[in-house]
């Protein structure tokens, strides 16, 4: 069973910096793109970053560009999203995704290309 474990929200303010973690297990071959989501209440659900599994190539949304960074550790089964430089703007519920079919990212992040998602970490960032 696949399953997306998201860990290291939490508040802080304006200026700061988080490291989301997002644990992948269940997957049988490669899980394909992973990405980053994010949802602000009362708004659609955002593209943040990307990573193609073999960790060659990375995507971002214009708004996190030089701000936030997505990695990857194969062996550990884990996908990381360095947040600095945080603004309110970037408060939401962040969820980690698996395309789960073994594809590549592409510059756009979209939610419907993703096939399993985590449960969600919260930040929130006080200015």
């Known amino acids: 069973q696949v399953q997306l474990v998201e860990s290291g929200g939490g508040s802080i303010q304006a200026g700061g910096s988080l490291r989301l973690s997002c644990s992948k297990s269940g997957f049988i071959g490669d899980s394909g793109c992973m990405a980053w989501f994010r949802q602000a209440p009362g708004k659609e659900r955002e593209g943040v970053a990307s990573i193609n599994a073999d960790g060659g190539s990375t995507f971002y949304a214009d708004s996190v560009k030089g701000r936030f960074t997505i990695s990857q550790d194969s062996a550990k089964k884990m996908v990381y999203l360095q947040m600095n430089s945080l603004k309110p703007e970037d408060t939401g519920m962040y969820f980690c995704?698996?395309?789960?079919?073994?594809?590549?990212?592409?510059?756009?992040?979209?939610?419907?290309?993703?096939?399993?998602w985590g449960q969600g970490t919260q930040v929130s960032v006080s200015s």
């Open positions: 995704a698996a395309e789960g079919r073994g594809g590549y990212c592409y510059w756009r992040i979209v939610a419907d290309e993703f096939a399993y």
